[in-house]
């Protein structure tokens, strides 16, 4: 078991920057892929970014490469991921995910097995 919290969410201007924090406790964080997800009102929730066990390997979705960045601490159970250049449709409740099942960095829900509470991004024009 693991736990996830999820941190450092607010309400931002387009064109901004946020850091999102995800802190993990439980099982060893090390053998976990580690993902964030978003959800905005209406819709379905939808990956954003993951990353190896190791932080070698990233995957972003199109709608926010170039713009986001993930990492992790393997020593401080944490990861991160740094939002610039917001724009209002990436307002959402932002999820950060853990996956022990498989190395692969997944796209889909279904794939992680612990979540976190969300936390809130909301960006205005």
């Known amino acids: 078991q693991v736990q996830l919290v999820e941190s450092g969410g607010g309400l931002v201007q387009a064109g901004d920057s946020l850091r999102l924090s995800c802190a993990a406790s439980?099982?060893?964080?090390?053998?976990?892929?580690m993902g964030w997800f978003r959800q905005a009102p209406g819709k379905e929730r939808e990956f954003v970014s993951a990353?190896?066990?190791?932080?070698?390997?990233?995957n972003y979705a199109d709608s926010v490469k170039g713009r986001f960045t993930i990492s992790r601490d393997n020593a401080k159970n944490t990861v991160y991921l740094q939002m610039n250049s917001l724009k209002p449709e990436d307002t959402a409740v932002y999820y950060c995910?853990?996956?022990?099942?498989?190395?692969?960095?997944?796209?889909?829900?279904?794939?992680?097995?612990?979540w976190g509470q969300g936390t809130q991004v909301t960006v205005s024009s």
């Open positions: 439980g099982r060893t964080f090390s053998s976990y892929v």
């Open positions: 995910a853990a996956a022990y099942r498989s190395p692969y960095l997944r796209e889909i829900a279904t794939a992680y097995d612990y």
């Open positions: 990353i190896s066990r190791s932080g070698a390997d990233t």
